[in-house]
């Protein structure tokens, strides 16, 4: 079955409130590795399918799950991934919304596709570009699906017919 590594070392230090506290129980290497099919069923759940995103926690890969309600900004799904030893989501969460710090996170913990998966959900056509030219479609296509989703919250926010007058 083809296989897709997602991310590889784990660091036990970082910054920000998103990175793994000193001390904590995290191992040295932590290898994700996700058939084809399950990174399909992810974008699925990405855009909006909760009966896969469902299926997606009830068969093994509830951190895949919980990724796209913390990218729906809940606060409780981001605070599982980081208490479930999935900083590498967390910070292609934030990534995507925009912040370099988790960037540089990603970069300096071997996690460059994850940045380029966040810079191309973070309106980079470039990054996009990138991780086609290396052939990597599927993640293209979650960072596109990452895309729309956070653009979508962006716009709701900012379109004050939308907003409480309370």
Known sequence: M?????????????VNNFILRKGSPVPLWLVRQYPTKIIVAWGEAISGNKKIKDWLKENGYPELSCFVYALQLQDSARKWLMDNNCPELMALVMGSEGDKKALNWLRANSYSKLALIAEGADNDNTAIEELLKMDEKEWAMISLKIRAVKNSIQEDNEDWHKQSRW
């Open 2 to 14: 083809n296989k897709t590594v997602l991310a590889h070392r784990v660091k036990n230090v970082g």
